[in-house]
């Protein structure tokens, strides 16, 4: 797994029209620049769902994974008044885990499901944890640390009609697995540019169509991003973001649709 990686050179075409010729703000609707902005936005919102498994209307972005979690799991938090049960692995990314320790101290009970030897989540510890106070389950589909690949439609299968949300970081997964968001119906997912050889500081989340909640908002005002987060969209990240994507998704390496885990190294 990759911390980060180096941003494809092919990029550079992609990048730099953004700062001379393409300079329209996306979000100016009368103007041809804007309009062409716009454009070339949407496709690469295109290319970044396609690689998900997800529809173009369910991608927002933002500065990257780590804000996405924090964003997801605390709009979440915030939907649920009554409800102030989170499930996170023992093994989630370091910026979960800090989260949920400070969700702890605002009254929120979190439960760490333990994993088993070969790194996979303790689906039957899992299932006893549920309750009609949880909110939220939180599991990263592909760990950055020992690289396994958590059973991602089993997981949801435990709780689906039971009104707990869904939410995976998954940065390391993709580029590298097929992914099906929908299939495995997960609401909210994060994902991260640097790791398909993108620019840095640009992330996208999906979140699903599916989901008829009223999300207490975090950033106020353009409306951007479906009305979820405020504030003009970095475009030549996002464009070159889109395109990053758009190479992973041909160069991916073909798995199994069900991801299982791989065995742990020395």
């Known amino acids: 797994m990759q911390a980060t990686t180096p941003t494809d050179p092919c990029l550079l075409d992609t990048i730099l029209p953004t700062y001379t010729g393409r300079y329209g703000n996306p979000h100016s609707c009368t103007h041809t620049y804007g309009w062409g902005k716009e454009k070339v936005i949407d496709i690469a919102c295109e290319h970044v769902a396609k690689l998900n498994g997800a529809h173009p209307k369910e991608i927002i972005f933002t500065s990257g994974a780590m804000g996405l979690n924090n964003m997801s799991i605390k709009y979440v938090a915030r939907f649920y008044k009554s409800k102030k049960h989170i499930i996170a692995s023992q093994t989630e990314h370091k910026c979960v885990l800090d989260l949920c320790r400070h969700l702890q101290d605002e ?97 996208a989340c999906r979140i699903s169509r599916r989901l008829k909640v009223r999300i207490d908002l975090l950033v106020f005002g353009g409306g951007q ?42």
């Open 107 to 203: 009254g929120y009970d979190i439960t760490y499901v333990p994993i088993k030897n070969n790194g996979l989540i303790n689906l039957e510890h899992l299932e006893k944890e549920i309750h009609p106070d949880t909110a939220l389950v939180a599991i990263m589909m592909v760990n950055n640390e020992i690289e396994v690949i958590q059973q991602m439609e089993e997981i949801r299968k435990l709780y689906r009609d039971q009104g707990v949300f869904f939410h995976t970081n998954g940065a390391q997964a993709m580029g590298k697995i097929p992914v099906e968001v929908g299939k495995w119906n997960v609401d909210w997912m994060s994902i991260s540019s640097p790791k398909v050889y993108g620019p840095k500081h640009i992330g």
């Open 225 to 266: 991003e479906h009305g979820l987060h405020s504030g003009t969209l970095a475009h030549s990240l996002v464009i070159s973001f889109g395109e990053a994507r758009r190479i992973a998704q041909e160069d991916i390496e073909v798995l199994p649709s069900s991801p299982t885990s791989r065995p742990l190294s020395d």
